[in-house]
T-cell receptor, first 110, second 113 residues
C-alpha cells in the first residue's frame, strides 16, 4: 500500500531554477527518505531525515519535515539537466519496510 | 553503504515461462527486500527475504508466484513464475543501511510477450 501522496506528479522547469516537491504520509514514522530514479533504473538514496529533525541539507538539496502535518518537501536549488529524473519519498514502517509515495517526474529544460 | 549487483538488467520472456533474478551484496545483511515497479508506477514491496527462514510476503503476493531464496547473508534470488504480460515490470532488490537509507540494485526490466 502507498503511504502517501506526492505533489506535483510532474514538474518541468528551466535549468537554473529551483524545484520543489512535496510528500505527505499517513502514519507515524521514524524517518523519511528521498530517492532519485533515472529512466526506470535503480533508486539512489538522496537524503534521510529523522522524525525529530525539521530540516536537513545536502549539497543543493534541502529537505524539510513537518510531523504535525505529516508532510515533507524536497528542494533542489540551481537545477541542472542531470537532475531530470523521478523523485520518490519513502517512509519506514514496521520491520524496516519502506513505503513509497507515487513520485514526481522532474524535467529540467536546457 | 552496501553495493548490490543485480542481474539480469533486462529480459524479454515468453508467457508461461519463469525468470530468476539474482542480487549479490558486498556485505552481510540480515534482511533483503524485493520490490516491483509497474510501468509508470511507484515501488511496491513484494517480500522480505531473511536468511535461514521463509520469506515474508506482502498482501497480494504469494510464494507460488514469486518464490524467493536466501541461501546466505549476501545473496538472494526472486523468481517470477508462470509469467503473463501483467508481470512486465521493473523488479528491484534492496538492503537497509543502519543510518544512511537503503541501497537498491540497478533493477531488472522484465517484458513478457
Amino acid at each position: 500500500s502507498q503511504q502517501g501522496e506526492e505533489d506535483p506528479q510532474a514538474l518541468s522547469i528551466q535549468e537554473g531554477e529551483n524545484a520543489t516537491m512535496n510528500c505527505s504520509y499517513k502514519t507515524s514514522i521514524n524517518n523519511l527518505q528521498w530517492y532519485r530514479q533515472n529512466s526506470g533504473r535503480g533508486l539512489v538514496h538522496l537524503i534521510l531525515i529523522r522524525s525529530n529533525e525539521r530540516e536537513k541539507h545536502s549539497g543543493r538539496l534541502r529537505v524539510t519535515l513537518d510531523t504535525s502535518k505529516k508532510s515533507s518537501s524536497l528542494l533542489i536549488t540551481a537545477s541542472r539537466a542531470a537532475d531530470t529524473a523521478s523523485y520518490f519519498c519513502a517512509t519506514d514502517e514496521r520491520a524496516q519496510k519502506l513505503v513509497f509515495g507515487q513520485g514526481t517526474r522532474l524535467t529540467i529544460n536546457p | 553503504s552496501a553495493v548490490i549487483s543485480q542481474k539480469p538488467s533486462r529480459d524479454i520472456c515468453q508467457r508461461g515461462t519463469s525468470l530468476t533474478i539474482q542480487c549479490q551484496v558486498d556485505s552481510q545483511v540480515t534482511m533483503m527486500f524485493w520490490y516491483r515497479q509497474q510501468p509508470g508506477q511507484s515501488l511496491t514491496l513484494i517480500a522480505t527475504a531473511n536468511q535461514g527462514s521463509e520469506a515474508t510476503y506482502e498482501s497480494g503476493f504469494v510464494i507460488d508466484k514469486f518464490p524467493i531464496s536466501r541461501p546466505n547473508l549476501t545473496f538472494s534470488t526472486l523468481t517470477v513464475s508462470n509469467m503473463s504480460p501483467e508481470d512486465s515490470s521493473i523488479y528491484l532488490c534492496s538492503v537497509a543501511g543502519p543510518s544512511y537509507g537503503y541501497t537498491f540494485g540497478s533493477g531488472t526490466r522484465l517484458t513478457v510477450v
